[in-house]
């Protein structure tokens, strides 16, 4: 591989993860976590020049990050105080971020991821590969389930944010205290409610947990907008 061809190679790959970086902060700011402005619309020239070593190429442990839970995601992520209980805790923390720079990725690397994001206090930690993780590793996630939640994408699913695809209609998680209210309203049980699998695209992207529910705006040339509602499973 020539110099030239080299340095194409990398050009393409520092594009690639730029996207990738915007999409996984768009994701961060629209599950409402405290993300700066400039943080979320940052330039590829910027990008370049602080994240790019000398020769080019991207350095992934500079891409690491991390982001509190804002006022309005503590309100959703609450529960209502009972006699019991009356001071809940909220069921959302600090997120954190990681770009992964291994070629193969298996438990020891789960694990590793684990360790930093439970150790550190984390409530929440997104992997973000460049390879597909094994069958084993997928297994392993779920072993670390009752200590944090940890989600893997990989970059390749990051270069479009499907939200902003024109077919895919707004969706907007509910508070809980919003969910019992529709409830109410409607007079149904949860389980009468349509449907949303937690493996969904837009569901991953939102990481919706099971139970929580979902506000899906559409758009209609004759009803104008109108709101359905889907619960996670």
Not at 151 to 169: A, G, M, S, Y
């Amino acid at each position: 591989m020539d110099d030239s061809t080299a340095n194409d190679a990398k050009s393409k790959e520092v594009v690639r993860l730029w996207r990738a970086w915007k999409t996984v902060h768009e994701m961060v700011a629209d599950r409402e976590y405290e993300l700066a402005e400039d943080e979320i619309k940052i330039s590829l020239d910027r990008f370049r020049a602080e994240y790019c070593e000398p020769d080019g190429s991207v350095n992934r442990s500079k891409l690491h990050f991390s982001a509190r839970p804002s006022e309005s995601m503590i309100r959703k992520n609450t529960p209502p105080a009972t006699d019991a209980n009356p001071n809940p805790v909220p069921d959302c923390g600090t997120i954190w971020v990681e770009f992964l720079a291994d070629k193969q990725f298996g438990v020891a690397q789960i694990r590793q991821f684990a360790k930093h994001t439970i150790e550190n206090n984390y409530k929440t930690g997104i992997m973000v590969t460049h390879v597909p993780l094994s069958p084993a590793a997928r297994k392993a996630l779920t072993g670390v389930e009752n200590l944090a939640k940890i989600e893997c994408f990989l970059e390749d699913d990051l270069l479009v944010n499907i939200t902003h695809h024109e077919l895919v209609p707004r969706h907007v998680l509910l508070s809980r205290d919003e969910k019992v209210a529709l409830l109410k309203r409607y007079r149904l049980k949860e389980t009468q409610l349509p449907r949303i699998l937690q493996k969904d695209p837009v569901a991953r992207y939102l990481g919706l947990k099971r139970g929580q529910v979902v506000k899906i705006i559409r758009v209609s040339e004759t009803a104008g907008r109108y709101a359905s509602y889907r619960l996670c499973v």
